[in-house]
């Protein structure tokens, strides 16, 4: 079965600092990896996915993530954070092997950002 | 990326009643889901809403409990059965084009059982 270990529940940086928020994963074929960020009151915005090729992927609001197969880790990073970043962000891996968990997400347990002034 | 609607946002109801939530998306799309997220919890797939056929449930979800439909490509029900106050959360659908897509998920609809 897959699942997913986002190892930081909370993690506080300041403005301008840079981030790296840590994900690892377990999955016994190629995975699907995503990020999403979910602000309060908000549902879910994807901001990247790894499927193959690449393994730095660029997303939006100046997010990247390395998937390295070798540490089964897929850690998002951004070089300067800026405080309407401040959210709680989901690592998931996806199913797309077919059977019976086909299409589906597993989620991390989250970590939630706080970006000080 | 597909506009999807989800009806009510929020909802506060009683112990022992039902609750129906809606999800509409502007476009077809192959797969639907339903995910339950408890407070200060992540996500957790209830089932997959499939068209024309009775939804495929996650262990630990029922469908008496928790019955779908989903009568064509663009619109799913999820019904929150005979609730009590430990269904208290945010429901969320969300839809992908194929399952080789990411998915992309509603606002959610807040619930809460007094």
């Known amino acids: 079965a897959q699942s997913v270990t986002q190892p930081d529940i909370h993690i506080t940086v300041s403005e301008g600092a840079s981030l790296e928020l840590r994900c690892n994963y377990s999955y016994g074929a190629t995975p699907y990896l995503f990020w999403y960020v979910q602000s309060p009151g908000q549902g879910l915005q994807l901001l990247l996915k790894?499927?193959?090729?690449?393994?730095l992927v660029q997303g939006i609001k100046g997010f990247e993530a390395e998937f390295k197969r070798s540490q089964s880790s897929f850690n998002l990073r951004k070089p300067s954070v800026h405080w309407s970043d401040a959210a709680e962000y989901f690592c998931?891996?996806?199913?797309?092997?077919?059977?019976?968990?086909?299409?589906?997400?597993?989620f991390g347990q989250g970590t939630i950002l706080t970006v000080h002034p | 990326s597909a506009v999807i609607s989800q009806k009510p946002s929020r909802d506060i109801c009683q112990r022992g009643t039902s609750l129906t939530i809606q999800c509409q998306v502007d476009?077809?799309?192959?797969?639907m889901f339903w995910y339950r997220q408890q407070p200060g919890q992540s996500l957790t797939l209830i089932a997959t809403?499939?068209?024309?056929?009775?939804?495929?449930?996650e262990s630990g979800f029922v469908i008496d409990k928790f019955p779908i439909s989903r009568p064509n490509l663009t619109f799913s029900t999820l019904t929150v059965s005979n609730m009590s106050p430990e269904d208290s959360s945010i429901y969320l659908c969300?839809?992908?084009?194929?399952?080789?897509?990411?998915?992309?998920f509603g606002d959610g609809t807040r619930l809460s059982i007094l």
């Open positions: 809403a499939n068209q024309g056929s009775e939804a495929t449930y």
């Open positions: 476009s077809q799309v192959t797969m």
């Open positions: 998931a891996v996806g199913a797309y092997a077919g059977g019976t968990s086909y299409g589906k997400l597993t």
């Open positions: 969300s839809v992908a084009g194929t399952p080789g897509q990411p998915q992309h």
């Open positions: 790894y499927f193959s090729g690449d393994t």
